[in-house]
C-alpha cells in the first residue's frame, strides 16, 4: 500500500472544501452586488404652468426595456421627503416611471422648496396650507409631463400617502384621464359623481379618524356606479408604509401590513400595463 495515498486523499479533501468555500463567498458577494446595484436613475426636472415653476424628482428604471405606466407619487404631509423619495426609488426598481412633486416648491425661505425649510414642523403647516386648486394644477402638469416622456406607454396612474392619498382621491373627480388612483389612508372627496379611473384603498386598521370615513366612501362610490376596492390591514397604525420599514417600529403589524401592501400595489400596478379594467 502507498504510504502517500491518504496524505493525498486529505489534501484532495481540503482542496474540495476550499473550493466549495470560495464558491460559497463567490456566490455571497454577487448577491450583494445585485442587491446594490442601481436599478432606478433619479433625475430632477422644472415643470412650468402659468407662470409657476415646480421641481419635481423623475425616477426612471434603469433597464428600460419597453414602453411603461407613469406613477405620479403624491408625497405626505411631511413633505418630498428621504422616505418619499426612497418609495418612488422602490417603484422604479420595479419597473415604473415615477414622478414625484415638490408641492412646497416657490412656498419655502426666499422662494425655495421643501428642502429649504428649517423644521419638520413648518413643513406640515406649509403643506396642510396649500391651495387645493394648485395642488391640483401642480398634480395636472406631473400627468402632463409624464404623458410627453418617449417610454410612456398611454396609461397614467396616481399613488398618495396620507396627505397625499386625500389630495389624489380629490385629483380623481377632477384628472379623466387616469388609469388608476391608488389611495394609502387617506380620505375620499364628498362628490365622487365625477371619478372616471378605479381607486384601490389602502387603510390601516388602527386609524380611527380616516376609517370611519371609509364606508360612506364605500356608499357613494356604490351609488354612482363606480369601482373602489378598499382593504384594511388589521392592527396597522396610520402611515404604515413609512412606520413599517423604521428600525424604531414597535408594532408588527405595521411591517406586515407594509409587505401586503406594497405588494398589493405591485400587481394592481402590473396589471394596468395591460388592461384598463378594474381589478381586484
Excluded at 424628482?57 to 407619487?73: A, E, M, S, T, Y
Excluded at 384628472?175 to 371619478?195: A, C, E, M, N, S
Amino acid at each position: 500500500m502507498d504510504i502517500a495515498l491518504p496524505e493525498i486523499r486529505r489534501k484532495r479533501k481540503r482542496w474540495r472544501i476550499g473550493w466549495a468555500a470560495a464558491v460559497v463567498i463567490v456566490g455571497a458577494i454577487a448577491l450583494l452586488v445585485w442587491r446594490l446595484e442601481l436599478r432606478h436613475h433619479r433625475k430632477y426636472v422644472t415643470l412650468t404652468h402659468s407662470g409657476r415653476a415646480v421641481q419635481a424628482l423623475v425616477d426612471f428604471p434603469v433597464r428600460l426595456q419597453r414602453p411603461q405606466v407613469v406613477v405620479v407619487l403624491v408625497h405626505e404631509v411631511f413633505g418630498l421627503s428621504d422616505w418619499a423619495k426612497g418609495m418612488a426609488d422602490e417603484l422604479a426598481d420595479r419597473g415604473f416611471i415615477v414622478i414625484a412633486p415638490d408641492l412646497l416648491s416657490g412656498y419655502g425661505p426666499k422662494g425655495g422648496g421643501y428642502s429649504d425649510f428649517a423644521s419638520e414642523g413648518d413643513i406640515t403647516n406649509a403643506v396642510s396650507s396649500l391651495d387645493p386648486a394648485g395642488v391640483t394644477a401642480d398634480l395636472d402638469a406631473a400627468v402632463d409631463y409624464g404623458k410627453q416622456l418617449p417610454a410612456f406607454d398611454g396609461k397614467v396612474a396616481v399613488v398618495g400617502f396620507s396627505w397625499g392619498g386625500w389630495k389624489s382621491f380629490a385629483f380623481a373627480t377632477h384628472r379623466k384621464d387616469l388609469t388608476g388612483v391608488f389611495v394609502f389612508y387617506g380620505t375620499g372627496p364628498t362628490d365622487v359623481t365625477t371619478i372616471s379611473a378605479p381607486v384601490y384603498g389602502f387603510y390601516a386598521g388602527n386609524d380611527g379618524e380616516v376609517d370611519i370615513t371609509v364606508p360612506a366612501t364605500t356608499d357613494a362610490m356604490k351609488a354612482a356606479g363606480k369601482a373602489y376596492d378598499p382593504v384594511t390591514y388589521e392592527g396597522a397604525d396610520h402611515g404604515f408604509m413609512r412606520l413599517g420599514e423604521e428600525s424604531s417600529n414597535s408594532n408588527p403589524a405595521n411591517k406586515s401590513a407594509r409587505d401586503q401592501a406594497l405588494d398589493r400595489l405591485m400587481k394592481l400596478l402590473k396589471s394596468v400595463r395591460g388592461a384598463n379594467g378594474f381589478v381586484q
